[in-house]
């Protein structure tokens, strides 16, 4: 099995993202640019469409100005890994991170 993982260093490759707050905004911005990208680990062999979650929690949503996009860009992430893993028939995996992401329910 192989979880390819490496998409926001992948974005900053191709001009996506800047180094330093490395928030996945691109998860909002550009959700097509995600999909494809997800598409392409699986076409190199990935079994497994990890969701985009990485750095998206309020300290460094803080760093942007845009902590109120915290649940969002969160949902949209997993939904976007879900949507690729269903049309390729592989395995979708989730993480929020150890910080505090989702607002109190």
Do not use: W
Request: with cysteine.
């Amino acid at each position: 099995m192989v979880v390819a993982e490496g998409y926001l260093f992948e974005f900053e490759r191709r001009g996506r993202l800047q180094a330093g707050a490395f928030v996945p905004e691109i998860v909002l911005d550009r959700p097509d640019l995600v999909r494809g990208l997800h598409e392409e680990f699986v076409d190199a062999g990935s079994d497994v469409v990890l969701a985009f979650t990485y750095y998206a929690h309020r300290q460094k949503m803080k760093v942007v100005g845009k902590d109120h996009l915290l649940e969002k860009i969160n949902v949209d992430a997993l939904k976007i890994a879900k949507e690729v893993a269903d049309a390729t028939g592989t395995l979708m995996a989730g993480n929020i991170c150890k910080f505090d992401c989702l607002r109190k329910r």
